[in-house]
């Protein structure tokens, strides 16, 4: 650092040469809080039927918790299908009968840079997964999981699309991925904050 730099400058200096996830806890720790911002990612293939309800529902429970200040979720579409586009009407009513709301929801495309922006980037599929794994930055590859290994108790590894079928692959994907996204929390309450 030059000399004549003031701390203020030298804290600023820091937090620009920092890695992108670092900046956020920095950013908390020179702002007095003294927290980490965990930052998570659902991903499915088109960001409207999958990834939107498990984005909903865990945003729900993070809320539930008190700990949206800490937590920050979001989702996004290994395809560009529906970009802009609001969550699948099947997916909204099911989340909606619960007492969530994902309308204001709009899909978009996972990139590259969302490994340097997210602690979790969590696949509804292994096919989803291996296309995350193509566009993993070298150093991130612990940040991509299976969302399914969130709730191992079920047995199931991966989410079902739902897009082709009725209501009730909506219920099943939404049993899923409620216990998935309880597993999450759980997880980085132990583990992250």
């Known amino acids: 650092m030059p000399d004549g730099m003031g701390e203020e400058a030298s804290d600023k200096f820091a937090m620009l040469a920092a890695p992108t996830w670092r900046r956020y806890s920095f950013q908390f720790r020179y702002s007095g809080l003294e927290m980490k911002k965990v930052r998570v990612l659902m991903v499915c293939m088109g960001n409207i039927c999958r990834s939107p309800l498990a984005h909903g529902i865990f945003e729900h429970l993070v809320a539930e918790a008190g700990l949206s200040d800490r937590i920050e979720v979001d989702s996004?579409?290994?395809?560009?299908?529906?970009?802009?586009?609001?969550?699948?009407?099947?997916?909204q009513d099911t989340a909606r009968s619960r007492g969530i709301d994902i309308t204001a929801q709009r899909a978009r495309k996972v990139m590259a840079d969302d490994f340097e922006a997210f602690d979790f980037v969590l696949a509804?599929?292994?096919?989803?997964?291996?296309?995350?794994?193509?566009?993993?930055p070298p150093g991130r590859e612990e940040r991509l999981m299976l969302f399914m290994q969130f709730a191992p108790e079920r047995g199931e590894r991966e989410v079902p699309d739902p897009y082709y079928g009725g209501v009730s692959g909506f219920e099943r994907v939404y049993e899923m991925v409620h216990a998935a996204a309880q597993g999450l929390l759980e997880t980085i309450r132990r583990d992250h904050l």
């Open 124 to 136: 509804m599929d292994r096919d989803n997964y291996a296309m995350l794994e193509a566009i993993c």
């Open 76 to 91: 996004a579409g290994t395809h560009a299908y529906h970009v802009g586009q609001p969550p699948d009407p099947r997916s």
